[in-house]
Every structure is written in structure tokens, then in C-alpha cells.
């Protein structure tokens, strides 16, 4: 730890988190933080005036780690570490002019803001802001001030119970706070699109509960373990994710001795439908979100997906569908799903697969199909089967 006593703080988007909802949200913020902390060690975490504080209570609290997971909460759109000051002129120098040079390494320009939310502090902002910029050009004469696009931004900010110096901010995750915008069930393949689907409507505040396939023995105990893995990977984001398992193995038998092969993934998707809608209902969640993008496979056509989306009358949310793989892909690398993603086991997906699946169903004749099997029966026993695995932030 550095020789000065450093927080955390966040900012979280005034404009969204607006009135009556307001202490809601920071609720639901706080939760989360401190979800995410005890990982790290032991922090006060409070917020006051549209800032969430993350204050160490010892020495052995990791900062570092500490500031890597407050970026993955939503919510949050500014985050920096910052410098404590005992709230007089004399302090808040010697603060500044021995906290915030390493931070201003290369850099040949700055501005300083200030702000007193504390209106008592005898120095007005401006002037606060004049003497901190004096100090640190005096400790080092190569900077110069440049006000309208400085290198570095350095804010001063007079609180309530102290000062807080610090210089750039850096962008937080941004999104709504978890379980401000209800709860989705998330149908979870191994594959790279359902989990960056998952992270997405989770960044609008969906608490995210999953659903997965699995086809065992044609799928392997291994898929599932990637599968956990992933869900695993977002509770990065998303705290704690319950992965609910569902076996399709006896309805996909039936579907390939009694059905015509080109309807077999379509079939199997009004299964999949049915199911996650059943589960959906079970475990209060308002709508189910796939990671499908349009025309990406043949099942994800514009007819397919109606052909999909009338085994179901709940809202299906498919933040992927516009996108390209390219996209998407970036998106995974970046939340750190994608490594995961690119293994290379079976989905249940991938178990008889047509050899020329229809790209352009025919809802009555898919029906047609699906009267050859008990379909209330076979859904019947593949819910009865059902199992969970929580999943939760990893321990460092
Ligand atoms: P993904 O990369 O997410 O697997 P995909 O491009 O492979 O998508 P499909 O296999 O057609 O596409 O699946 C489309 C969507 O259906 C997935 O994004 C996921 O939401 C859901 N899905 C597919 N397989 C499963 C499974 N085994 N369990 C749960 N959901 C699944
Ligand atoms: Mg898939």
C-alpha cells in the first residue's frame, strides 16, 4: 500500500438513477460491491452525494484486485483510486503534490478541478484548484496547465468528512445496477454467443438465471463442466448465476425415429422453448434471452425464429441479433468468456444433425411433424429431470 491512505470511488450515472428509484439503486449498488470485495479483503463501503466510497479497513486489503472488480459492476460509469486529505489547505497540498506524480508520469499537461460539496471549506473551488496547480508545477516546472485538453485531469473534491484527491477517471462498466430491470432467463449453450447475450442484458440490469442442454451420453460430463465455467466467467458480472440443467437425450431419440430429418433443430428448439418457458415461470423470470443472430445458422433465419418463438409466449430478448460474429467475438474476448467458448466440446445441438436443416419452415408442417411425437409427455419427463448448479465469483 502507498504511504497515503487511498479509497475507491465510483460514480454512478446521476441521470439514470433518478428519483424515487434513487436509494433503490444505491442499494443495489452497495450489495454488489460488497459482494465483490470480500474477495479482496476488508472494506467500509458506503455512498454519499452520487459516489460509492470502497475504503480499506486494514492493511492487507488488495486495491489493485478491489479496483479490477469494481470495473465489472454495472451501474458504476466512473471509477478511480483516490487520495485521502484531512479537509485544510496545508494537508490537501502535501497530498497532492506527493500522491499524484506517478500518475502524471509522461505527461506534459494537466488541469485541476475542484469541488466543495462542503460548503463550510473556507477556500472556494477555484482557488482551491489555483494553489493545487501551483504546487504541482513547483514540484515539477516541465508541466504545464492546459484547460481545454489536458493530458491529465486532476480533481480535488472537499467532502463531508474529508478530501479526496485523485487524477483521471477511468470509465466504469456503465449499464444498470444488477436486479434493476427484473430477471431473464438466460439459455446457455457452450458456445461464444449466449454468454456475451448473457453480459449484455445483464449490463441493463437483468439479474441473469440460466438454462442448459445437455444431451448426455451424446454429450459429454466435459461440455457441462464448460458450460458451468462460463456461467462461472459471468458472475464476473452478474455476482451469482443458478444454472439449471435440463436432459433432452430421450427427446431427441424419439425426434429421430419418428420425425423427418430436415426438422429435427427446429423441432428440438420448440422443446428448448417450451422448457426454458416452464422454467422461466418456476424461477420468476420475465423473459428468456438466447444468444441467436439473424441468419447466422439455419435456425436463425427469420422464419425459423417464428417457427421458435410460437412454442413460447414469453418475450424472447436476443440482444445478438443484429450483430456480426466478428462483434460478438470482441465482445467475448473482452468479458473473458471467449477462451472458454472456443473449446472444443459437443452441444446438444450438434447431436443428429440434419444434413439440410429448412431454412424456410412452414409452421403447419412443422406442427405436422411435431404431432408425431407425445410432446406434453416428453416435456413432461425432461422437466421432471431437471437439476441445479449454483455458480458463483470465483475465490482469488
Ligand atoms: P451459441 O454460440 O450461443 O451456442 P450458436 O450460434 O451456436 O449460439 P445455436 O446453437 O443455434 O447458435 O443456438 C442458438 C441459441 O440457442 C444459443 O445462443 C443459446 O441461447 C440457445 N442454445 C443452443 N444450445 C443450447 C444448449 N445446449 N443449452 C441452452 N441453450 C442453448
Ligand atoms: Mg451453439
Given at each position: 500500500m502507498s504511504e497515503f491512505h487511498e479509497v475507491i470511488l465510483c460514480k454512478y450515472g446521476e441521470l439514470v438513477l433518478k428519483g424515487a428509484n434513487l436509494s433503490y439503486f444505491e442499494a443495489l449498488l452497495e450489495k454488489e460491491m460488497r459482494e465483490r470485495a470480500k474477495r479482496h479483503g476488508h472494506f467500509h463501503i458506503y455512498h454519499s452525494q452520487s459516489t460509492l466510497y470502497i475504503v480499506p479497513k486494514?492493511?492487507?486489503?488488495d486495491l489493485d484486485g478491489m479496483l479490477d472488480s469494481a470495473r465489472?459492476?454495472?451501474?458504476?460509469v466512473g471509477i478511480t483510486r483516490a487520495a485521502v486529505a484531512d479537509k485544510n489547505l496545508e494537508d490537501i497540498l502535501r497530498v497532492a503534490k506527493g500522491y499524484l506524480p506517478p500518475f502524471m508520469d509522461g505527461k506534459k499537461t494537466f488541469r485541476v478541478d475542484a469541488k466543495r460539496?462542503?460548503?463550510?471549506?473556507?477556500?472556494a473551488s477555484p482557488e482551491l484548484a489555483g494553489e493545487v496547480g501551483a504546487a504541482l508545477l513547483s514540484a515539477n516546472p516541465r508541466l504545464r496547465v492546459d484547460l481545454?485538453?489536458?493530458?491529465c485531469r486532476i480533481r480535488v473534491e472537499v467532502r463531508e468528512t474529508a478530501a479526496y484527491i485523485h487524477a483521471d477517471q477511468e470509465k466504469g462498466?456503465?449499464?444498470?445496477?444488477?436486479r434493476s430491470n427484473g430477471r431473464g432467463l438466460l439459455l446457455l449453450?457452450?458456445?461464444?454467443d449466449s454468454p456475451v447475450a448473457g453480459y449484455m442484458m445483464a449490463k441493463r440490469g437483468v439479474e441473469i438465471e440460466a438454462l442448459h442442454f445437455e444431451s448426455f451420453p451424446y454429450t459429454s460430463e466435459r461440455a457441462r463442466e464448460k458450460v458451468l465455467e462460463l456461467a462461472t466467467e459471468l458472475c464476473e458480472y452478474c455476482t451469482k448465476i443458478h444454472v439449471h440443467v435440463i436432459s433432452l437425450t430421450h427427446i431427441q431419440e424419439e425426434l429421430r425415429d419418428k420425425?423427418?430429418?430436415?426438422y429435427f433443430t427446429l423441432l428440438l428448439r420448440r422443446f428448448m422453448m417450451t422448457l426454458a418457458e416452464r422454467c422461466a415461470k418456476a424461477y420468476k423470470c420475465g423473459a428468456l434471452i438466447t444468444g441467436e443472430s439473424l441468419?447466422?445458422?439455419?435456425?436463425?433465419?427469420m422464419e425459423a425464429i417464428g417457427v421458435t418463438d410460437d412454442a413460447t409466449g414469453m418475450p424472447v430478448l436476443r440482444p445478438?441479433?443484429?450483430?456480426?460474429k466478428e462483434e460478438i467475438v470482441q465482445i467475448a474476448r473482452r468479458i473473458g468468456t471467449f477462451e472458454t467458448s472456443i473449446q472444443p466440446y459437443e452441444d446438444c445441438?450438434?447431436?443428429?444433425?440434419?444434413?439440410h436443416p429448412r431454412t424456410r419452415p412452414v409452421l403447419e408442417k412443422v406442427l405436422a411433424q411435431q404431432a408425431k411425437v407425445d410432446f406434453d409427455a416428453l416435456v413432461d419427463e425432461a422437466w421432471g429431470g431437471m437439476y441445479t448448479v449454483t455458480c458463483r465469483l470465483k475465490e482469488y
Open positions: 486494514d492493511e492487507d486489503c465489472r459492476v454495472f451501474g458504476i460539496a462542503d460548503k463550510t471549506f473556507p477556500i481545454h485538453n489536458p493530458d462498466a456503465g449499464g444498470m445496477p444488477i449453450s457452450g458456445g461464444i420425425c423427418e430429418e430436415d441468419g447466422q445458422v439455419a435456425s436463425q433465419t445478438c441479433i443484429g450483430m456480426d445441438c450438434t447431436v443428429f444433425t440434419p444434413r
